[in-house]
């Protein structure tokens, strides 16, 4: 199987010859989890395999995001980060950053905004970074982000490939989300909030 990240560093490769030839891994809602651990400074899928070691960058490239403020999971109501993404077995995936990790997203997409850049057009970066408890003295880990510049044509080429692709997942959509910003995020149409689109 052709890996799209792989595609995108031959800059002979058409956005239709792209499309053609990579199959992406994508059940409709239920996208390829992966998890950023805030008590183990890592990323991981599904809660078990670490992707990263403790304190270790995780870079990825965003196809489609959302901010929202919702009460799901289980959690009160928050300031929520979505991301979806494709990986190197060009599944597509997800992971969600709340409370202060966002604050700090919010940082970097302020900067984006005046280098007329946004989320899906950037290699963003995630770094846990350790903190603590000043009541408990317990360690935890928030997250702070960096970003590169993405060239134009592989942005473009990632948009073809997931052009008819409903990106959304499930068990974060409850219809009640106040949604910041997104771009790309197309859960079912009877559901889909009016959105605001971060300009680029």
Not at 122 to 147: C, Q
Request: charged share 20%; aromatic share 12%; with cysteine.
């Amino acid at each position: 199987m052709k890996s799209i990240l792989n595609a995108l560093e031959n800059s002979g490769i058409s956005q239709a010859a792209i499309g053609e030839s990579v199959e992406i891994r994508y059940l409709a809602g239920y996208p390829l989890q992966y998890r950023f651990n805030a008590s183990a400074g890592l990323i991981n899928i599904g809660g078990e395999k670490p992707v990263t070691q403790k304190g270790a960058p995780f870079t990825f490239r965003p196809c489609a995001y959302r901010l929202f403020k919702d009460k799901i999971l289980n959690f009160n109501y928050k300031r929520w980060a979505e991301f979806f993404f494709i990986n190197e077995t060009n599944a597509i995936c997800n992971l969600l950053i709340h409370g202060y990790s966002v604050e700090n997203l919010m940082l970097s997409v302020q900067s984006m905004y005046y280098d007329n850049l946004n989320l899906c057009s950037v290699a963003l970066t995630l770094k846990p970074i350790e903190r603590t408890n000043k009541a408990t003295g317990n360690k935890y880990f928030i997250a702070e982000f960096g970003y590169k510049p993405l060239p134009r044509e592989e942005v473009e080429k990632v948009q073809e490939v997931i052009r008819e692709i409903p990106i959304w997942r499930e068990d974060t959509l409850t219809g009640d989300a106040v949604v910041e910003l997104s771009e790309n995020y197309s859960p079912p149409t009877s559901e889909r909030p009016s959105q605001n689109k971060q300009a680029a």
